[in-house]
Nanobody, 124 residues
Framework: QVQLVESGGGSVQSGGSLTLSCTAS????????MGWFRQTPGQAREVVAR???????GYADSVRGRFTISRDNAKNTLYLQMNTLKLEDTAMYYC??????????????????WGQGTQVTVSS
């Protein structure tokens, strides 16, 4: 069974840091495009960070310079390092995976496996 499981969420004060992990099972995602998304109640899900199969990265303007997406292919795990957290970063965070790519990110409709989400709450 192909599965993504997020972990590492929690409560943190504004300015703090958290690292989210997304561990895959049932499939090797070392060459796949993947991404981190977040969603708050009543709002549309938004992409936070993306990584291509070749390791290229891209970020939403709201997190660029504060968040870092990375992957450990040996552990089949995707990470999101979040620094200088703000109140507006509070959300449910999801990882997702798509097909194998070399230099490009997943297209929005290519993400075909999703994790269950992990909550991040930033307080003042």
């Amino acid at each position: 069974q192909v599965q993504l499981v997020e972990s590492g969420g929690g409560s943190v004060q504004s300015g703090g840091s958290l690292t989210l992990s997304c561990t895959a099972s049932g499939y090797r995602y070392s060459s796949s495009c993947m991404g981190w998304f977040r969603q708050t109640p009543g709002q549309a899900r938004e992409v936070v960070a993306r990584i291509s199969g070749g390791g290229g990265t891209g970020y939403a303007d709201s997190v660029r310079g504060r968040f870092t997406i990375s992957r450990d292919n040996a552990k089949n795990t995707l990470y999101l390092q979040m620094n200088t957290l703000k109140l507006e970063d509070t959300a449910m965070y999801y990882c997702a995976a798509g097909p194998p790519t070399r230099f490009r990110f997943c297209a929005p409709n290519e993400y075909n496996v999703w994790g269950q989400g992990t909550q991040v709450t930033v307080s003042s």
